[in-house]
């Protein structure tokens, strides 16, 4: 037996040791600093100093990590369909039914380059459809705007682009209040932290659950902040339909409304600020647009309906005395609006109406004086007092593929990253070329015909996700061959069986997946392509470090940690590394020396990519490989601090290091990215745009929703669900691959046939009037489809309220796919297409209707 060795590495949940013997992991646990890491921050704050602890932390998937990289899920070799035959019969109807043999390397790369060759010369440019999903396996190197997109813009591919799904709301409605649209919507959160701890007196958490979402990627950084301000006698009050995590560790009061019905709510305080005068009159007054005519609307002088408590209570079924205390005890304390778990996002912006309660939420906080001390938008995940004058890019900058139309590369790293050699681009992967939204592919396959609005992420100005586009986009191909990375769609997008009646049709005639594991849509392709682990291969990152669309990510931890991605093992089985199986396939088509830029290795980009940062202003290469970790220092103690919006709410130049807005985007460097500069309760863009939209009117308002409790088909499914983010799996990441978080009884429940299902939580009275009982079968239905899962009775849902995470990894059919009950979990099955409004292509992901059953096995 050989010695233990210590290596470092880093996940979607913080950075980590891992301690490896024989070419066997057998711990992974954080990182604990040493004094001769940089030293803590301070803060003082009412008469006390406040520092962090010298260890980083991690994620329950970032715990379990090792069951998954040894899980018995794993793809180890090239898989083939049994009954594919790339010169014969394709069987495609099959997909998802057959079995997989084992193939050679060279066999599979081979056909995958061969099609790639075919399609492209048959077809033309842009007959390639490819994707990778939202999240990867952690490193800046390997992640998808770099490896994949490297090969791919080499190669020429039409991109499904990203809805941006953890903004929708913000995205498609904030951003006409506020601006931010380098942000999709969300605020910037420069010392918050300081500013909350000086100044705070309340936080209200609407829709945001930070002990489960951690910001993002940014483990249990912000939990001891909660606590300090817990001492610090700081109230926290939570609005969201289940009783969440943070709620049951801080809560002094948990209002659960309706789902859907969030928007109705702030309008009902906004009632009470009007009409007892008790809101900031003069920041209304002189830093906001449109005032007088929202006021119009509140009181009922629009409509004649006044949107007072009583009408609130109504809608949201939370009493008028709790919604009139509330907005009492809010406007008379200095309060933070944690609106989401990120300072933004939060499953209410992915509800049918989430434009509209992201765009209340900034009338709310703007009556409040947004920007003064105290009172911000701010859910305690970001904002703590990091450099950020310390250059070190995220995922999104690109790495080495310097792709500055799809990644964040050309904000700065792509100059630093490519001063010597070139960066690469594809021109069908453009506004000029052509590309599917993600929410739409089966339909692209399907029906072979789309329009929609806005391309992806549309963060460039607020106006992006107006421009129309079509597919095919004219001249080009119809999609031919889909290079699929992952598998997760199944479980993630919406109406989810659509995805898997595509894959059983010779439309599509070529899929490929790129996969770690055998889950999911990696069950529909025809031939597997099995990629490793981070841990078995090379790469660079930070602590929670995505950058891109969120900017200075980092700020959420309590240490800017920059890890070497150490190779802890060999790879699995045949696995490699998808830079590996990339270059394998680009030698294949005449490109390899152009995608490994003369024959690099991972390692020689890592070394590229470590001198194209600031890491040599504190570290040498030769140290960092040995120690394989960097701590950022600190600002110098004294250095002025810049709270987000400050400037805004004093009417100065911009004085925060974010990305925006550019200068052309406002007058002066003065003021925000609407049209008028001001905070907007009546949107100058949206007037502009479409003044009649009653689905996003320029007078930000509530609307019905159309899965709720006024929708037709309520009678028929009278619980309404929401699907917010799994606790302890990382979307797809962590679940059903047989590891430890299979156990968790809060995560799956093992039934007495041996399966492990997905939980479904459900009122007592609910359960009851089914007659069902705490962990029993149910069968979770509406005309979308069938899930079957296992009953949790509880009361952290009021009746009529329902609660199911999204993102389970498997797709498990009880018979033939697409047409028959589903018993991974796949409550995404029984969500809907539809988007958010006519004009706003957001996915109303988290809100569904359904019935519920016990399930006493398949009818016959
Ligand atoms: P992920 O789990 O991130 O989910 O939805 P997805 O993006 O679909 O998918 C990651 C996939 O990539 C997995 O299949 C994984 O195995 C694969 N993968 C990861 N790393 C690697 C790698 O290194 N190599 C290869 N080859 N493959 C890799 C997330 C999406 O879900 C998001 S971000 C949000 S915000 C939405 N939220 C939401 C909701 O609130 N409610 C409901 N009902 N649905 C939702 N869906 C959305
Ligand atoms: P959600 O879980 O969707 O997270 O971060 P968020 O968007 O903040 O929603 C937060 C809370 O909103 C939940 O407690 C939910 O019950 C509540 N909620 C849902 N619907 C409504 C509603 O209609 N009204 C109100 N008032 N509340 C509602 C998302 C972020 O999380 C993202 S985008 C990603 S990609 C990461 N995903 C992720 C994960 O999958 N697992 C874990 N453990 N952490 C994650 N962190 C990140
Ligand atoms: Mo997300």
Request: hydrophobic share 35%.
């Amino acid at each position: 037996m050989g010695e233990i060795k210590r290596y470092t590495n880093s996940t979607t949940g913080g950075p980590v040791f891992v301690d490896v013997l024989d070419d066997k992991i057998v711990r992974m646990y954080p990182m604990e600093l040493t004094d001769e890491d940089a030293p803590n921050w301070e803060i003082e704050a009412r008469g006390r100093t406040f520092t962090p602890s010298r260890k980083t932390t991690i994620t329950p998937v970032t715990a379990a990590w090792k069951s998954q990289i040894y899980s018995p899920k794993r793809v180890l070799y090239p898989m083939k369909r049994v009954d594919f035959d790339v010169n014969g019969e394709r069987n495609c109807e099959n997909r998802g039914s057959s079995e997989y043999e084992r193939i050679s390397w060279e066999e599979a790369l081979t056909i995958v380059s061969s099609e790639i060759i075919r399609v492209k010369r048959d077809f033309g440019p842009g007959a390639i459809m490819s994707t990778a999903s939202s999240h990867h396996l952690w490193g800046n190197i390997g992640y998808r705007f770099s490896t994949l997109f490297r090969f791919m813009n080499l190669v020429g591919f039409t991109y499904a682009d990203h809805n941006p799904d953890s903004w929708e709301g913000w995205h498609w409605g904030g951003m006409h209040n506020w601006g931010f649209s380098w942000r999709l919507g969300n605020p910037e959160q420069y010392d918050l932290l300081e500013d909350g701890l000086q100044n705070t007196d309340m936080i209200v958490f609407w829709s945001a659950d930070p002990e489960t979402n951690n910001g993002i990627y940014a483990a249990f950084e912000s939990t001891p902040r909660r606590f300090w301000l817990k001492e610090l006698g700081v109230k926290m009050v939570f609005i969201d339909p289940y009783h969440n995590h943070s709620a049951a560790l801080f809560g002094d009061k948990w209002l659960a409304p309706r789902s859907g019905t969030d928007a109705a709510l702030a309008a009902g305080i906004a009632y009470i600020w009007i009409t007892e005068g008790t809101y900031d009159k003069e920041y209304v007054a002189t830093r906001t647009h449109g005032f007088e005519r929202w006021t119009e609307y509140i009181l009922g002088k629009e409509d004649g309906i006044p949107k007072d408590a009583k009408w609130a209570e109504n809608e949201t079924g939370i009493p008028e005395r709790e919604i009139k205390a509330l907005a009492r005890e809010w406007a008379s304390k200095k309060t933070m609006l944690g609106a989401g778990g990120l300072g933004g996002w939060g499953g209410a912006c992915r509800a049918t109406t989430g434009n509209e309660w992201a765009r209340m939420m900034i009338c709310l906080i703007a009556m409040q004086g947004m920007g003064k001390p105290g009172i911000n938008v701010w859910s305690t995940t970001q904002g703590a007092p990091v450099d950020e004058s310390f250059f070190f890019p995220g995922y999104a900058e690109g790495g080495i593929s310097g792709d500055v139309d799809n990644a964040a590369s050309g904000y700065e790293f792509a100059y630093r990253m490519f001063a010597n050699d070139r960066p690469t681009r594809n021109p069908i992967n453009s506004p000029q070329g052509q590309h599917i939204p993600r929410l739409r592919i089966p339909e692209a396959i399907l029906e072979g015909k789309l329009e929609w609005r806005g391309k992806g992420f549309c963060g460039a100005n607020v106006e992006a996700q107006f421009q129309k586009y079509e597919y095919p986009a004219p001249g080009y191909s119809k999609i031919q061959m889909y290079y699929r990375y992952g598998g997760s769609f199944i479980g993630t997008m919406t109406e989810t069986k659509r995805y898997v009646k595509m894959y059983r049709t010779d439309k599509l005639p070529f899929v490929v997946n790129q996969s770690v594991w055998f889950e999911g849509e990696a069950r529909f392709a025809d031939i597997i392509l099995p990629a490793c682990t981070n841990f078995e291969r090379w790469d660079i990152s930070e602590f929670a470090n995505c950058s891109g669309y969120i900017p200075h990510t980092y700020s959420q931890c309590n240490h800017r940690v920059i890890s070497l991605q150490m190779k802890c093992i060999e790879p699995l089985g045949e696995s490699k590394s998808d830079y590996q199986i990339f270059a394998d396939l680009a030698y294949k088509l005449g490109i390899g020396d152009i995608f490994t830029d003369g024959g690099k290795t991972e390692m020689d980009w890592i070394k590229q990519y470590f001198y194209a940062t600031d890491l040599p202003k504190g570290i040498t290469w030769e140290k960092f490989l040995e120690k394989g970790y960097y701590v950022v220092p600190n600002k110098p103690k004294g250095s002025k601090s810049t709270p987000a919006m400050r400037w805004y709410a004093e009417d100065r130049e911009i004085d925060t290091p974010d990305w925006g807005p550019m200068p052309s985007q406002q007058v002066a460097r003065k003021g925000v990215q609407t049209g008028s500069g001001k905070i907007e309760f009546v949107s100058t863009s949206l007037e502009r745009f479409d003044p009649n939209d009653m689905e996003r009117h320029p007078v930000t308002r509530y609307i019905e929703s159309w899965e709720g409790h006024h929708s037709p088909h309520y009678a028929q499914y009278p619980l309404q669900v929401i699907s917010p983010h799994p606790r302890f799996s990382f979307h797809t990441m962590g679940d059903s691959k047989e590891s430890h978080l299979n156990e968790i009884r809060d995560h799956r429940v093992l039934a007495a046939d041996g399966h492990r299902y997905w939980i479904f939580r459900i009122n007592t009275k609910d359960a009851e009037a089914r007659g069902i009982k705490h962990h029993d079968l149910i069968k979770v239905f509406n005309d979308r489809g069938v899930v079957i899962m296992a009953a949790q009775v509880t009361e952290r849902v009021p009746p009529g309220t329902a609660h199911s995470y999204e993102s389970c990894a498997d797709y498990l059919p009880l018979g033939e796919p697409g047409n028959s009950p589903e018993r991974a979990g796949c409550i995404n099955n029984l969500n809907s297409k539809r988007f958010m409004g006519k004009n706003s292509y957001g996915m109303a992901s988290n809100s569904l209707l359904v019935q519920v059953e016990k399930w006493e096995g398949m009818e016959s």
